[in-house]
């Protein structure tokens, strides 16, 4: 059974940082693209980061520089620092895994809740 874990969550003050984990268990992370996407109240989910099965980062243009992605192969875990928080940047974050081989096996996590607020 596949699982995707996300934890970090927090509520954090403007100008702070926050690290995510999506920790993962019945797959290899390494052998996955694994996104970082949010959903804001009443919007859209949106592409935040994405790091390939071979290590390559992309990132929605509107937030390089402010959060990294970056993956623990020995823990099986992606990561996604944000630093220089907003207060848009509140939302539910969730990760997403797509296997390398076939689209058709994605799996989501639950979220976890990140709030921007002074």
């Known amino acids: 059974q596949v699982q995707l874990v996300e934890s970090g969550g927090d509520l954090v003050q403007p100008g702070g940082a926050l690290r995510l984990s999506c920790a993962a268990s019945?797959?290899?992370?390494?052998?996955?693209?694994i996104g970082w996407y949010r959903q804001a109240p009443g919007k859209q989910r949106e592409l935040v980061a994405i790091?390939?099965?071979?290590?390559?980062?992309s990132y929605a243009d509107s937030l390089k520089g402010r959060f990294t992605i970056s993956r623990d192969n020995a823990k099986n875990t992606v990561y996604l620092q944000m630093n220089n928080l907003k207060p848009e940047d509140t939302a539910v974050y969730y990760c997403?895994?797509?296997?390398?081989?076939?689209?058709?096996?994605?799996?989501w996590g639950q979220g976890t809740q990140v709030t921007v607020s002074s």
């Open positions: 790091i390939t099965s071979g290590g390559s980062t």
């Open positions: 997403n895994a797509v296997s390398k081989i076939s689209s058709s096996y994605s799996y």
């Open positions: 019945g797959i290899i992370v390494s052998i996955y693209h």
